[in-house]
């Protein structure tokens, strides 16, 4: 299951109808607190996460998250490009990250990137990337973040 956390209706009725075109089923939330509340009572394989929730802010759901020991992956969605915060949602268990305004085609190709990991098994938490990039160099993050999870090693 695929659970969207979106306040912006204009995103997530559009994301949530591609999704479910794709055949994903997916459940919709729109603050902080429900989007834990559904990782801890459901099976979620990938959380899309928007970063400026209400209540509760999607770093925040993605702290929390990882501290419960949850392997769920998180696609993290951000209006935010700027490099520090590129890191800290890395740093915060993300595993991958699209800035607003996203190509709808784009994002369902991460997403599709992301549960095929996880059913093919092969799916291991990018801890290499999240841990050994310069603070300075998201895109290293990034781009180690992809090395791992098409490839059983991680490079870095
Ligand atoms: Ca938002």
Known sequence: MVLLA???PAIAQPLSRALEREG???VAVTDGPSALEV?????????????????????EVCRRLRASGAQTSVLMLTA????????VGLDAGADDYVAKPFRLAELLARIRACCAG????RWTPVACGWTSAPASSP??????????????????
């Open 80 to 87: 935010r490009t700027d490099e520090v915060d590129f890191v």
């Open 39 to 59: 990782t801890a009572n459901q099976r979620v394989d990938l959380l899309v996460l928007d970063l400026g929730l209400p209540e509760m802010d999607g770093l």
């Open 118 to 121: 996880r059913a093919r098994g």
């Open 6 to 8: 979106e306040d912006d």
């Open 24 to 26: 994903y089923e997916v």
């Open 139 to 156: 895109s290293t993050a990034r781009r180690c973040s992809w090395r791992t999870r098409s490839s059983s090693s991680c490079g870095c």
